[in-house]
């Protein structure tokens, strides 16, 4: 079990929901808070950042995107998170009651959320970037790995790369790193896979699709960590508001979640609870009488009528009375009990 404040990440405990802001607070510090103040609304329990200078992560001479209008270099530069928000940032989700976290993308950035963060996220393009994994493992912090794109092998020497330096504190996620991304990619099976092969970590979805459905299917099959994008309006501009989920999705997406952790149970099959005994008594059927039977009469199926409710004797027991004898007048459409017969 990982525990970041008052908070368990782990088999046993409810899925641990990031609310992810990224980029969507477009530079404004207020915007950034106002995303803070809906994740808590809604009942998140994290809200993450990403904290990434376009120097340090792309080359100026990366090609074009398809996806996006802008040269990449251009478009990260545009909506760097300025790295002198993080103290104030922390410092409001502590007092509105959350977890603050965000994804670092170089070491600097490692440093800079050190003081102020229980945890750490590595982004699936970040897998293979081995000196960020080891700087941030050496922190002694949770971490989670994001796994678009990654092959198991990827995974397993990332996973190992950590370990070896103490850190078994660790969460992967299942990832299409597409956004959006099409359900059809999004493979939620292999979650499993990820449990078999790594026992130790905690697994979970990181969701790019449209919507809240994939997500809640994911806490269906087990996932521990969900994490998804959400934005003020998918109208603003940016390049993660369009796929990202308003704030009344992200309300209903923890609702439909706790419910659904709530539905899973424990398993087990130990007849009516509580709330059903009330139709367990009078919906269930038992014994009644068919027809008018008087006392000393012997009793014949053809008398007998298995009916609701089940006030009477159970229906497994109907070959032990027939045959026995009527100790009272039994009126048709009596429940029979024993002391009857």
Avoid at 7 to 19: D, K, L, S
Avoid at 272 to 279: D, I, K, R, V, Y
């Amino acid at each position: 079990m990982i525990k970041i404040r008052n908070c368990e990440i782990g088999e046993a405990a409810p899925a641990f929901v990031i609310a992810e802001a990224g980029a969507n607070h477009n530079r404004d510090l207020n915007l950034a808070k106002e995303l803070i103040d809906i994740a808590v609304e809604a009942g998140a329990d994290a809200v993450k950042f990403q904290i990434y200078s376009a120097e340090t992560m792309y080359s100026r001479k990366v090609p074009s995107h398809s996806g996006y209008p802008k040269p990449l270099w251009n478009l990260i530069k545009e909506i760097e998170t300025p790295r002198d928000w993080i103290p104030e940032l922390a410092a409001y989700c502590e007092k509105k009651g959350i977890i603050f976290f965000a994804t670092p993308f170089d070491l600097k950035a490692v440093d800079d959320l050190d003081p102020h963060s229980g945890l750490f996220k590595i982004a699936s393009f970040e897998l293979v970037d081995y000196p960020l994994l080891e700087y941030t493992a050496k922190k002694g912090k949770p971490i989670i790995l994001s796994t678009g794109m990654a092959t198991l092998g990827e995974i397993q020497e990332a996973v190992e790369r950590i370990e070896k330096l103490g850190n078994r504190d660790i969460i992967l996620l299942q990832c299409a790193s597409k956004y959006p991304a099409e359900p059809a990619i999004m493979n939620l099976r292999a979650m499993e896979t990820l449990r078999k092969a790594f026992p130790g970590a905690v697994v979970g979805l990181s969701d790019h699709t449209m919507g809240i459905h994939i997500a809640v299917a994911a806490v269906a099959m087990g996932a521990k960590v969900i994490e998804k994008h959400f934005t003020l309006s998918r109208g603003m501009e940016g390049p993660d508001h369009p796929f990202a989920i308003e704030p009344d999705e992200l309300k209903e997406m923890m609702r439909q979640i706790r419910d659904v952790e709530a539905a899973l149970g424990d398993g087990r099959k130990a007849g009516p609870a509580p709330e059903e005994m009330e139709n367990y008594r009078l919906v269930r059927r038992s014994i009644h009488a068919q027809v008018d039977i008087p006392k000393g009469t012997s009793i014949t199926q053809e008398m007998l009528a298995i009916k609701r409710p089940g006030f009477g004797i159970h229906p497994r027991f109907m070959d032990i009375i027939i045959g026995r004898r009527a100790l009272r007048d039994i009126e048709a459409d009596e429940w029979i009990t024993w002391e009857m017969v």
